[in-house]
């Protein structure tokens, strides 16, 4: 396991199960020993590019870094019915919560937004974690060209980073904006 350069040599060579790609000079590493991971017993952490580690492998799930700050899951618990829980924080460069573990899911940071689920809805936080748009939505995309896509039910539709819906849900489908335009479906009947 390494990493090769542009030649096809070997630039880092690698003594964890798993790596990812660098995002703002890091990347996620796997822990699970010679066999890989085996579900709960596999960690993650981060390298910088000369392969020195810089946090620790600790995290169940560990995200790139975006915005400076990468989403993270802490712990996961076997709920009754055998499903796995997990808790959703962001962390700094320096492996440091900078929002506690407290979503059931996060997203990417975008605009200096990101989406969290908190219980089965999602909403929008700002880079301190703070809640800015409340969690109302199905499914939330991040931001691209200040709008996101969001679902309510089984439509969806855009809102700016106010929250403040700019396109009503009507669509079956909604990507993210690009150079001013986005690919969106409508549902045949």
């Known amino acids: 396991?390494?990493?090769?350069?542009?030649?096809?040599?070997?630039?880092?060579?690698?003594?964890?199960?798993?790596?990812?790609?660098?995002?703002?000079?890091?990347?996620?590493v796997e822990n699970g020993g010679a066999c890989g991971c085996r579900f709960a017993y596999c960690s993650y952490g981060y390298i910088e590019r000369t392969g020195k580690v810089v946090i620790k492998p600790q995290f169940f799930v560990a995200n790139d870094f975006s915005e400076g700050l990468a989403s993270v899951a802490t712990y996961a618990v076997s709920d009754i019915g055998g499903d796995i829980v997990d808790k959703w924080g962001y962390v700094d460069k320096l492996g440091q919560f900078v929002t506690k573990p407290?979503?059931?899911?996060?997203?990417?940071?975008?605009?200096?937004?990101?989406?969290?689920?908190?219980?089965?809805?999602?909403g929008y936080i700002d880079r301190t974690g703070k809640q800015v748009i409340a969690a109302q939505f199905d499914l939330a995309?991040?931001?691209?060209?200040?709008?996101?896509?969001?679902?309510?039910?089984?439509?969806?539709?855009?809102?700016?980073?106010?929250?403040?819906?700019?396109?009503?849900p009507r669509f079956s489908f909604c990507d993210t904006f690009s150079q001013g335009l986005a690919v969106v479906a409508i549902a045949r009947s």
């Open 1 to 28: 396991m390494g990493y090769i350069d542009k030649r096809g040599q070997f630039a880092l060579k690698l003594k964890f199960s798993g790596a990812g790609k660098f995002s703002e000079g890091l990347a996620v």
């Open 141 to 168: 995309d991040r931001f691209s060209q200040g709008l996101a896509a969001v679902k309510v039910g089984d439509k969806c539709g855009y809102l700016d980073r106010v929250g403040k819906v700019v396109v009503k």
């Open 102 to 122: 407290e979503f059931s899911e996060a997203s990417n940071f975008s605009e200096g937004l990101a989406a969290v689920k908190i219980g089965n809805k999602w």
